[in-house]
């Protein structure tokens, strides 16, 4: 390179003090060509292919490999998909699923429903956790969602599911 | 103009030209093993030279794409680590030429390397790259992710602080 070059809008006294300098900063290109380390050299050599556009290649083959997020997505929706086939085809699925959605929101496990653990009766359990109740206010007043959920359907177990408001597991060892 | 893809002796010959300037950007910047690392810099660039346009001024505004990002990964590196290499002689930028060095001819560059580390980082990259990589002022831009109107201005703001550098004032007939 011209070091002239650098200076096309540097005034004439620039040019002499710093030219010196520029040409001694240019000879660290003029050192000797490193010897090729053995990669390198393969590289260098003639058919020899690297192996970054190999692994680039099979890295396209799986696109989703190296991205969890795109994985998840991809996870939720083939779960959500079965759910929502499961859903349609059984009834008894959607009402599974009222009843643990119906635990959820009143706090207790949806297989204390299931299971049978409903020795204590909503009135005792209530009277025995006033603490409780006053937690949650809503609770001993309301009728229960899985009664709106499905009014008409006469179905025994149902009922008294809704009727019935187990103890916590806590409450239930102190009784 | 593209590259073909089947390199063999071309991108040797690009090798042998290029990497002694690429060895001495790096060392410039102080890089551990500029000779090393010149070797990643060149197996970087293998997988991509079938996608460069502009021929021999794309090949090399690529390669010192390349060299820029790993200076700037070195200075992160030693910025957050202490700095553990051995000690080498070329690098010590207090040294001045041996009689030994002065007789063979051999550079001696660690006087200027140190007036360049008065410069701020952005105008000591635009010397590095105009006068050691040999680029224009439009790859320097391309290469440092700036306009070439910026280049310029770093471009002789280096220079003025150079010529202002007491090495220099120093031998400035009075």
């Known amino acids: ?175 | 103009m593209t590259a073909s893809p089947s390199i063999g002796p071309t991108f040797e010959e690009i090798y042998r030209k290029l990497a002694p300037a690429v060895v001495g950007y790096l060392r410039a910047h102080g890089v551990d093993d500029p000779e090393a690392v010149t070797q990643e810099v060149f197996i970087a660039v293998l997988p991509k030279i079938g996608s460069i346009s502009g021929g021999e001024d794309g090949v090399r505004t690529l390669i010192y794409s390349i060299a820029h990002a790993r200076t700037v990964d070195h200075h992160r590196r030693t910025a957050r680590m202490p700095h553990t290499v051995e000690y080498e002689r070329d690098l010590d930028m207090r040294l001045t030429a041996s009689a030994e060095d002065l007789a063979v001819g051999r550079a001696d560059t660690s006087n200027v390397l140190s007036m360049l580390s008065t410069l701020g980082d952005d105008q000591r990259e635009v010397l590095l790259l105009r006068v050691v990589a040999d680029l224009p002022l439009e790859q320097v831009a391309t290469v440092m992710g700036k306009s070439v109107g910026a280049v310029k201005q770093l471009q002789r703001r280096a220079l003025l602080t150079l010529k202002e550098h007491p090495h220099i004032t120093d031998r400035r007939p009075r």
């Open chain 1, 1 to 175: 390179m011209n070091v002239d070059d650098l200076f096309s809008d540097i005034d004439e006294s620039t040019v002499d003090a710093v030219t010196p300098l520029l040409l001694e900063l240019r000879r660290l290109a003029d050192g000797p060509v490193p010897t090729p380390s053995a990669e390198l050299a393969a590289l260098l050599a003639k058919n020899v292919t690297s192996l970054e556009s190999r692994r680039s290649r099979r890295q396209s083959r799986h696109p989703f490999r190296g991205h969890p997020t795109i994985t998840a997505l991809v996870a939720v929706g083939v779960l959500a998909v079965g759910v929502g086939t499961a859903a349609a085809v059984s009834p008894e699925f959607r009402s599974g699923t009222t009843d643990v959605i119906t635990g959820v929101l009143n706090g207790t496990p949806a297989n204390q429903h299931s299971s049978g653990h409903t020795g204590q009766s909503g009135p005792d359990s209530q009277g025995n956790s006033g603490g409780n109740s006053s937690d949650a206010p809503g609770r001993s007043h309301s009728p229960s969602p899985t009664h709106s959920a499905h009014p008409g359907k006469g179905n025994g177990s149902t009922h008294s599911r809704a009727t019935n408001h187990p103890t916590p597991p806590a409450e239930a060892s102190a009784n």
